[in-house]
């Protein structure tokens, strides 16, 4: 079957829904129901664009149709007619092809305007690895201010020669996930160390960690029942208060063993707070990247897997240059992408990831035509 008779008939199916909320909604029985009304016009809304474009290309296709039949007819001055018209036919609909692909591909996008949790720790490389760490962060603060996205620290641990070993932040903002999904993974940075005396130049790592921020209708979490919470005095600095209050949560999610420490503040209810919008967002993180493992085996020869233990990115100081593993491109500008600039990043892995998408989607819907056949 045709990509486009696919892409097609995933439209109508979106048209032949939209048509049975509008006679779900006109029903006098349905529109006593406040609740139920609100919910319809809610997924009306969504399937509106799909619904009005499937007409458009049915309309255009029949136009182009009947064009063709005259076109092929005995009547010479009505067929050159119609002749003329069918290249200005196809013109119009050519373009509503991609725009069905990408409406399409937008609603398979759940996650693209979520609130961020981004997570960066030291790995390998020592002192060095903490003093990467914090430049991957101020990479980030300036992405985030050039693409007007509001960032807040939850919780950092600062490294001994400076940097951190472990920051955690929030951000928030229009499309802050889409903008920052490709993030998560090993970044790798080849330079000579501060802390280097003799000019060698060393390699360290550092991991993120980029989750959807996850709200109560995303996930839902018992909190009496499937949390473990302990409490403890907060270490470090911060003062006889924190050192003699247990101010400090530990929240254990017991399905998964995940786990969340945090002591950022001196207020316990401050920190719990804190602590379950995080291991919220990790429990969620956790059970879509399986649902997205098991969808996406296809794909993974193209965009990685998008473990956090693959290397996604070297930081080459000596030459220059950033190479982004996954799309085998480089960029020759370590100043700028250390500025926060990583569109170059961002288009090419969104065309990868785009390509791939469609093509497991176009999959999907194959299968579920021949099994509706």
């Known amino acids: 079957m045709e990509h486009r008779d696919v892409l097609l008939r995933a439209l109508?199916?979106?048209?032949?829904?939209?048509?049975?909320?509008?006679?779900?909604?006109e029903n006098p029985v349905v529109s006593q129901d406040h609740r139920k009304v609100s919910q319809l016009a809610q997924e009306l809304g969504r399937l509106t664009p799909a619904a009005h474009l499937h007409?458009?290309?049915?309309?255009l296709r029949k136009s182009i149709a009947d064009a063709r039949e005259l076109a092929a007819g005995s009547d010479a001055e009505m067929a050159e007619l119609a002749a003329s018209e069918i290249p200005g036919l196809d013109a119009e609909l050519e373009p509503l092809w991609p725009k069905a692909a990408d409406l399409l591909l937008d609603e398979e996008d759940k996650?693209?305007?979520?609130?961020?949790?981004?997570?960066?720790?030291?790995?390998?490389?020592?002192?060095?690895?903490?003093?990467?760490?914090?430049?991957?962060?101020?990479?980030?603060?300036?992405?985030?201010?050039?693409?007007?996205?509001?960032?807040?620290?939850?919780?950092?641990?600062?490294?001994?020669?400076?940097?951190?070993?472990?920051?955690?932040?929030?951000?928030?903002?229009?499309?802050?996930?889409?903008?920052?999904?490709?993030?998560?993974?090993?970044?790798?940075?080849?330079?000579?160390?501060?802390?280097?005396?003799?000019?060698?130049?060393?390699?360290?790592?550092?991991?993120?960690?980029?989750?959807?921020?996850?709200?109560?209708?995303?996930?839902?979490?018992?909190?009496?029942?499937?949390?473990?919470?302990?409490?403890?005095?907060?270490?470090g600095p911060g003062g006889q208060k924190v050192n003699k209050t247990e101010s400090a949560i530990r929240l254990t999610h017991l399905a998964t063993g995940l786990m969340v420490h945090m002591?950022?503040?001196?207020?316990?209810?401050?920190?719990?707070?804190?602590?379950?919008?995080?291991?919220?967002?990790?429990v969620f993180d956790h059970f879509q990247s399986k649902a997205d493992a098991e969808r996406a085996a296809t794909r993974r020869d193209m965009i990685g897997t998008a473990e956090r233990s693959e290397k996604i990115r070297t930081y080459n100081f000596?030459?220059?240059?950033?190479?982004?593993?996954?799309?085998?491109?480089?960029?020759?500008?370590?100043?700028?992408?250390?500025?926060?600039?990583?569109?170059?990043?961002?288009?090419?892995?969104?065309?990868?990831?785009?390509?791939?998408?469609?093509?497991?989607?176009l999959d999907r819907l194959e299968t579920q035509d021949r099994f509706a056949g």
């Open 111 to 235: 996650l693209g305007d979520h609130s961020v949790i981004l997570e960066i720790r030291a790995g390998e490389g020592g002192d060095e690895a903490g003093i990467f760490a914090g430049d991957i962060f101020g990479m980030y603060q300036h992405f985030c201010a050039s693409h007007r996205l509001k960032l807040e620290v939850l919780d950092e641990n600062a490294g001994v020669m400076g940097g951190y070993k472990e920051i955690v932040a929030e951000i928030n903002g229009t499309g802050a996930y889409r903008l920052l999904k490709f993030e998560g993974g090993v970044h790798r940075v080849q330079r000579v160390p501060k802390t280097e005396k003799q000019g060698r130049i060393q390699t360290s790592t550092a991991s993120v960690a980029v989750l959807p921020k996850a709200e109560e209708i995303d996930i839902k979490i018992d909190w009496e029942k499937d949390v473990r919470e302990d409490t403890m005095r907060a270490g």
């Open 55 to 59: 007409t458009k290309i049915v309309g």
């Open 318 to 361: 000596p030459q220059n240059r950033v190479t982004d593993h996954r799309v085998r491109l480089d960029v020759f500008d370590i100043a700028g992408v250390m500025q926060g600039e990583l569109g170059a990043f961002h288009q090419k892995l969104t065309e990868a990831e785009r390509s791939a998408k469609l093509n497991e989607l």
């Open 263 to 282: 002591q950022d503040e001196k207020s316990q209810h401050k920190n719990r707070a804190k602590a379950r919008m995080i291991l919220m967002s990790r």
């Open 12 to 25: 109508a199916a979106k048209a032949r829904r939209h048509a049975e909320i509008q006679r779900q909604i």
